[in-house]
């Protein structure tokens, strides 16, 4: 039996004051496992941003509970909760949020030196993971040198360099063509996904549907289904 | 610790405008308050310059005398009274005047006289050419070798001119320590001949000059003086009291420090601006970092570290180009009064330091203030 990566019980969380109050996250549970790849699916709006941030740490629920691999997250302190996510977490963003101003190489070695690891040591090991998505030719490059794809390769790089066993994707195939997305998607799941990761996907794409274990649907804050498409297979 | 320097580092300086445009406005900035207050400083200098020439310990002079230049003549008693003051080595009168010469072409030029007390020479300058007794030769009078010489048509031993109907020959070439303000040639001559060449009022000893017998009879010296309706200040003293004239009883030091202030504003306001772009312009990505799981603190040491590395090179490069500038300067007009002093450089450190402390928390309020759910939300 998989051991579960992720356990959400009950998240519920509001914006705003008085009239303008919203409630985005309305008694969100779900169970994601090591090994598999989450999708949470759902139009805007749907409050599948919010969930993955009180997922990951960012983002504390005004309810409810988080809990990955054993830890609960959010009885931790806001060091102890940073050290998490550096650890633990890895964030590949919808805008990739690459430094312009670093070169490509320095951009993924940037999780290892802010755990402290020594300039060089990190700059050795940011290479390899380059060489793991296809472009320690690029190394050099500013990422603005890079096309969409290559620069959404740097990013997962930048989120594996420091193996961490959840990775979250924040829309990774909204800002790249068909081609290219289940291009991206199909590297994940084969050489990304192990049996001790597990891939948390946020998306609205359903071209790249077809890679996922678990689909969860949103809307107006609700989770509606979770389809286990790994069963189905 | 060194890793986060580095990339904080790389993020300033790779973005070359930025980068430039944030040096530029700290150099402007150190360059016009060093440049301002060392303008000041070399104006202070050159006021106080018979003071530091002279070099005498005490000086007694009118209450009323707010400048070296600007002596009041005192009776001839005031020196045998201040002799006869316990505490006193010895007291010797100076006259500190101005005169008008018609030199050999017959042009005229106005020149400083000081007239030292013939006896001691007390206050003499040192001799580049010439003997010091010949001062006492007929006529004798010794010029400063400074940038005013030349307005005396390159004078040699041996020149002579004309002052008030007398007969002046240049006797010695000598050398000062400060330069005066006024631009005029200075001569030296003994006190006698300065008072009997030189049309002056009933009184003629512009300052009494002691020598203290200890420093620990220097306040009895000038409660003594005191009690006589004069004053006697220290070399000091005078020189303080020469620059709090010229601070707060002149427009001088309120223009400067106007001056000084406008450039301080100047440079807040462009680094500042320039810093709170940059900041901006990162801000998604410092957000991003927050999210990957760095600590705010590594945040504010990254920006720290970025304003004061921009202010502390901007502080580097001001201070040299002032120094080249002054040095220029002087090549061209070697009495140009300019001086930088520690206090001065002392003062534009601080005032960078504000500058990068001012940026740093506009950049740190900004970056603190993100969420990282902000950069999911886009």
């Known amino acids: 039996m998989a051991k579960t990566a992720i356990s959400a019980h009950q998240l519920v969380k509001w914006f705003g004051e008085g009239d303008a109050r919203t409630n985005a996250v309305k008694a969100a549970s779900f169970e994601a496992n090591f090994g598999e790849i989450f999708y949470l699916v759902g139009p805007s709006g749907s409050g599948k941003t919010t969930l993955l941030s009180m997922i990951s740490g960012i983002l504390k629920p005004d309810l409810g509970s988080v809990t990955i691999d054993n830890t609960a997250i959010w009885t931790l302190n806001n060091d102890e909760l940073a050290n998490f996510r550096l650890n633990r977490i890895g964030f590949v963003f919808q805008d990739y949020h690459l430094f312009p101003r670093l070169t490509t190489v320095e951009n993924v070695a940037i999780p290892l030196i802010l755990k402290q690891r020594d300039w060089d040591e990190s700059i050795q090991e940011a290479l390899r993971y380059l060489e793991i998505v296809g472009l320690k030719d690029r190394a050099q490059l500013p990422p603005f040198k890079l096309s969409g794809g290559e620069q959404q390769r740097v990013a997962i790089a930048r989120a594996i360099v420091s193996q961490p066993d959840i990775l979250i994707f924040d829309e990774p195939t909204a800002s790249l063509d068909g081609d290219t997305g289940k291009k991206i998607m199909s590297f994940i799941k084969d050489e990304i996904l192990n049996e001790n990761r597990c891939v948390l996907v946020v998306t609205h794409d359903s071209r790249i549907f077809e890679y996922a274990d678990k689909i969860m649907k949103m809307e107006d804050g609700a989770v509606t289904a979770i389809e286990n498409k790994s069963e189905v297979k | ?309 921009t202010a502390l090179t901007g502080y580097g490069l001001g201070v040299g180009l002032c120094t080249l500038m002054i040095g220029l300067a002087k090549m061209r007009l070697p009495n140009y009064a300019s001086v930088v002093t520690f206090g001065n450089l002392g003062i534009a450190f601080i005032m960078v330091l504000i500058i990068a402390i001012f940026s740093s928390l506009i950049g740190v309020r900004k970056v603190l203030k993100i969420e990282p759910f902000d950069v999911f939300r886009g």
């Open chain 2, 1 to 309: 610790m060194k890793g986060i320097l580095k990339i904080a580092f790389k993020l300033l300086v790779n973005d070359k405008g930025k980068f430039a445009a944030l040096l530029m406005g700290i150099t402007f900035a150190v360059f016009l308050m060093v440049m301002m207050t060392s303008i000041f400083s070399g104006v202070l200098r050159s006021a106080s310059s018979v003071v530091i020439n002279i070099g005498a310990k005490i000086w007694v002079m009118d209450p009323a005398v707010t400048t070296v230049a600007n002596s009041i003549p005192m009776p001839d008693f005031v020196q045998d009274a201040v002799r006869s003051i316990n505490g006193v080595k010895f007291a010797v009168p100076l006259y500190s005047g101005s005169a008008t010469l018609r030199l050999a072409n017959g042009a005229y030029q106005s020149v400083s006289i000081l007239g030292l007390d013939d006896t001691s020479l007390l206050g003499r300058p040192e001799l580049l050419e010439g003997n010091i007794t010949d001062i006492f030769a007929e006529n004798g009078f010794l010029v400063i070798k400074d940038s005013e010489i030349n307005k005396l048509n390159n004078p040699h031993i041996g020149t002579t001119f004309e002052l008030n109907e007398h007969r002046g020959v240049i006797v010695g070439i000598a050398k000062v320590a400060a330069n005066g303000l006024f631009g005029m040639p200075t001569l030296y001559t003994t006190y006698n001949r300065a008072i009997q060449y030189i049309p002056s009022a009933r009184f003629t000893t512009s300052y009494v000059l002691v020598e203290p017998k200890s420093v620990e009879l220097v306040q009895h010296i000038k409660d003594e003086v005191k009690k006589m309706g004069y004053v006697a200040v220290t070399n000091e003293e005078f020189r303080e009291n020469i620059s709090t004239y010229y601070k707060y009883k002149t427009g001088l030091g309120t223009n400067i420090l106007i001056m000084t202030l406008i450039s301080f504003i100047v440079g807040l306001s462009i680094s500042g601006q320039t810093f709170y772009t940059f900041i901006l312009e990162n801000l998604d990505k410092f957000g991003a970092l927050k999210a990957i799981g760095a600590k705010s603190r590594e945040l504010i040491i990254m920006i720290v570290f970025q304003a004061g590395f």
